[in-house]
């Protein structure tokens, strides 16, 4: 079973800033598979970009994500008051497993 | 624009059988897309439960499988999960989510909290 690890767990930022949030999987995988999401207090996941780098429909350029062997990163050019939320990365084979989360505070 | 609701009793009593229903909106369960289940606990974090295609195929967590159901009603244009012999390690937030491919999922539902407890 590939375990994903996020880091850090806590990212500290103002507004405006950039966010660089970082999943390592346990072994190789295919890039097409790994997504992201973004998890705003007291609501569900919202899908952010899936097969690593595409943006899902309605999410704004500001997120991007990227891919190297068992690095994958989503970077936030410049942080709106509506980030400040949990971010997970998510890795399907035959099953879903998601990672721990890394929180983004103000 | 397709919606998802979840609905079903908040608290279950350990032993018994956690049953959950979500309803879609917008779109015809028939016409396609993955339907599927996640939760999310303090303990456990995001757990994905399993989905269901149109076509009528499951695909389970092997951890939850030997306990886990996951139905659609094309009539009712509905999807359920059935969870059997619960534990307090099973209170948490279910979601309901969707997507045209069973790799991810794009729509959610707003979760509900289920408590396991006598």
């Known amino acids: 079973e590939i375990v994903l690890t996020q880091s850090p767990g806590t990212l500290s930022l103002s507004p405006g800033e950039r966010a660089t949030l970082s999943c390592r999987t346990s072994?190789?995988?295919?890039?097409?598979?790994l997504a992201w999401y973004r998890q705003r207090p007291g609501r569900a996941p919202s899908l952010l970009l899936y097969?690593?780098?595409v943006r899902a429909a309605g999410v704004p350029d500001r997120f991007s994500g990227s891919a190297s062997g068992t690095d994958f990163t989503l970077t936030i050019s410049r942080l709106e008051p509506e980030d400040f939320a949990v971010y997970y990365c998510?890795?399907?084979?035959?099953?879903?497993?998601f990672g721990p989360g890394t929180r983004v505070d103000i | 624009q397709l919606q998802l609701q979840e609905s079903g009793p908040g608290l279950v009593k350990p032993s018994e059988t956690l049953a959950l229903t979500c309803s879609v909106s917008?779109?015809?369960?028939?016409?396609?897309?993955?339907w599927g289940w996640i939760r999310q606990s303090p303990e456990k974090g995001l757990e994905w439960i399993g989905s269901?295609?149109?076509?009528?195929?499951?695909f389970y967590n092997p951890s939850l499988k030997s306990r886990v159901t996951i139905s659609a009603d094309t009539s009712k244009n509905e999807f359920s999960l059935k969870l059997n012999s619960v534990t307090a390690a099973d209170t948490a937030i279910y979601y309901c989510?969707?997507?045209?491919?069973?790799?991810?999922?794009?729509?959610w539902g707003q979760g509900l909290l289920v408590t396991v407890s006598s």
């Open positions: 989510g969707a997507d045209s491919s069973v790799r991810w999922y794009f729509y």
């Open positions: 917008g779109y015809s369960i028939s016409a396609g897309f993955y």
């Open positions: 269901v295609h149109q076509s009528g195929s499951t």
């Open positions: 072994q190789d995988i295919d890039s097409r598979f």
């Open positions: 097969r690593a780098s």
């Open positions: 998510q890795h399907y084979d035959t099953s879903i497993t």
